[in-house]
């Protein structure tokens, strides 16, 4: 443990950097006889958001950095400051005549739109809550009209507040989550096999307290996206048939995390991609190439492998001059999945089938 503790001390990841300005603070040793209170707050005038999320993952990160560095004993206390007025009706929400009659009320005194909970605030927080109970995080929950009833303001903590830099916090959109999720499997894969340096710069260890799970996922977030979007199906079992034709090893028991990212690329798909996908018409070049893929891949087995036909691929861009060859892969995410990019089509191709891929070429044929 003091090997890791003293790797820790030193280390450049930002967990550890923030938790050592901490330690800094104090160099006499923790204050008090009580525990550290690392505080982050949230003001409930609104369905959470990645942000708040994001908020209460980065405090996480330093608690738990700060406990390798210095076995201190700590808390976390998530504040919802639902004695906030609200100050503007969030847009798209149900009853909004009835939230516009209650502006500048308190969060707690305004009744909830959707009818389930005591107040809008109370709504809000049980949706954060949810989202951080659903990742398994360690925080006790507190809302300032609980504290404003019982008097426990009156109480002395020690208050630790992690300040995010506005600017050098990095823009969540929404866009941006399936690269997000197939990099934390990339990194949830190399962690057992990573010196320990390598470990505690990993981000899986901050987020995962120094404990990540095991994963091995065969597929990536990206390529189950397009998936779903070529079989244009909400289908678990389809979808699971066509994972199983690429991975004959995986099923939903065996691989339970992948079972869940399936679940999650339907929802996403469903909210975020649905809506962006044109398929276009092949120009006369790209017809052409495509008529030569459709030959090609006419001519192999059915359980032709990924590289097999990832060579075939390449070698007709080639064949018909594309330059640089980047531009024919764009092609057929443009033609064929309706996307601007894609996955590596042999691995594609290996997973939804090669009579399948010979339907999208012939529509897309079609369409020219
Ligand atoms: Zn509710």
Redesign the pocket.
């Given at each position: 443990m003091s090997a890791l503790r003293d790797i820790a001390a030193t280390h450049k990841a930002w967990p550890y950097e923030e938790a050592s300005k901490l330690v800094k603070r104090y160099p006499d040793g923790k204050p008090g006889g009580g525990p550290i209170v690392f505080e982050t707050g949230y003001g409930p005038s609104g369905l959470p958001h990645l942000g708040t999320f994001q908020e209460v993952a980065r405090t996480l990160m330093v608690r738990h950095a700060l406990s390798e560095l210095t076995g201190w004993e700590s808390r976390l206390i998530a504040f919802s400051d639902d004695m906030d007025g609200m100050r503007k009706v969030p847009p798209n929400l149900p009853h909004s005549d009835m939230l516009h009659a209650h502006l500048d009320q308190p969060l707690c005194k305004v009744p909830?739109p959707?009818?389930?909970?005591d107040s809008f605030a109370?709504?809000n927080n049980?949706l954060l809550r949810k989202f951080l109970d659903d990742f398994g995080f360690e925080y006790e929950f507190v809302a300032s009209h609980e504290c404003y009833q019982d008097g426990r303001f009156d109480e002395q903590l020690v208050n630790v507040h992690i300040y995010r830099d506005p600017k050098k916090a990095k823009q969540l959109s929404f866009q941006i989550i399936p690269k997000a999720v197939d990099e934390y499997y990339r990194f949830l894969a190399a962690y057992p096999d990573q010196e320990i340096k390598e470990k505690l710069g990993n981000p899986v260890h901050h987020v995962h307290a120094g404990d990540p799970p095991q994963a091995a996922m065969p597929i990536d977030f990206g390529m189950l996206l397009n998936l779903v979007g070529v079989a244009n199906t909400d289908d678990k079992d389809l979808l699971w048939g066509f994972v199983q034709r690429y991975a004959p090893d995986a099923s939903p028991e065996t691989h339970a995390d992948l079972d869940t990212l399936i679940d999650h690329a339907l929802v996403y798909f469903r909210d975020f991609v649905e809506e962006s996908l044109f398929k276009r018409a092949p120009d006369a070049k790209e017809t052409a190439a495509l008529r030569d893929l459709d030959a090609a891949l006419a001519a192999m087995p059915e359980d032709a492998d990924a590289e097999t036909i990832q060579n075939a691929v390449f070698e007709i861009g080639k064949t018909h001059g594309f330059e640089p060859l980047r531009d024919w892969f764009k092609a057929l995410y443009e033609t064929l999945l309706g996307a601007t990019h894609g996955p590596r089509m042999g691995s594609f191709t290996a997973l939804y089938g090669i009579d399948n891929v010979r339907k999208l070429i012939a529509e897309a044929l079609e369409r020219e």
């Open positions: 909830d959707f009818g389930c909970h109370d709504h049980s």
